[in-house]
């Protein structure tokens, strides 16, 4: 028996349904991601979801004490 198609809108990959941002970027880091993502072999948006849930456990930036970055 063949497995349903999930829809977009359906997938739960971290046990929330994903809603639609809209980003904007350099064209250099577009395509970096693009090309990261690729090689992982996941999309962009599971790219930056990866990313932000790696932060929380260990976060990349420090924040100064007024909350601005470093």
Do not use: C, N, W
Request: hydrophobic residues 35%.
């Amino acid at each position: 028996m063949a497995k349903r198609k999930l829809k977009k809108s359906d997938r739960t990959l971290h046990g929330e349904q994903k809603q639609r941002y809209s980003l904007s970027l350099s064209p250099s880091i577009v395509a970096y991601v693009d090309k990261r993502a690729a090689e992982i072999g996941i999309s962009r948006s599971e790219f930056f979801e990866q990313l932000a849930r790696a932060d929380q456990e260990d976060p990349i930036l420090e924040l100064e004490e007024d909350g601005s970055d470093a």
